[in-house]
């Protein structure tokens, strides 16, 4: 055989099998997977006026020496944070209320979107929002309690990283879970 019908042969060949209808489909969207542990809560003892229940994998810490109720619950692993602050009621409620929902518009420049869940848990006595902030913003979450007599907290979740909604969103996802556990287990102690 001539290396013309050989070369012919071969070019034959690669075409059959080039032009077998093989359908085409497209890469499914990738995400990190990431593993974090299945999480195991804990009542807080702490010396303020509320308690509320932890992930065991977290540690609670207080960041403030002027305000003892103001709490930093740390990740290390994720670096990142959940920021517990108190307020006393003292005829201010609205200002509270205010300052409290103004903060997630601040995130408004980098945010996707804002959602916002009314929280009410009578048993409790705590009536609030949660805020879920989409997007490369600095907070992915944040949210405000009180009973509306006597006391008033705040949560926010921030990392220790540049905001990068697509790094960070296994993570934020994580920490959402257990700033809702925070608020569902939240309760007043009896003065």
Known sequence: MSIKNTMALSVLAILSFACQDNDVLPKPKAYLALEYPEAQYFKTEVDCPFEFKINSSSTLNKYSRN????????YPEMKGSIYISYYPIDNNLKSLIIDAQKLPLKH??????????????????????????????????????????????????????????DSILPAAEYLKKDMRKIMESLNWKKD
Not at 67 to 74: E, G, K
Not at 138 to 143: E, G, P, V, Y
């Open 67 to 74: 305000r003892p109720c103001w709490l930093d619950i740390t």
């Open 108 to 165: 408004e420049i980098k945010a996707d979107a804002i959602l916002s869940q009314t929280y009410i848990n009578d048993k409790h006595q705590t009536y609030g929002l949660f805020y879920e902030v989409e997007g490369n913003a600095a907070s992915q979450a944040q949210f405000y309690l009180t009973d509306s007599l006597n006391h008033f907290v705040t949560g926010s979740i921030y990392f220790k990283a540049q905001p990068n909604y």
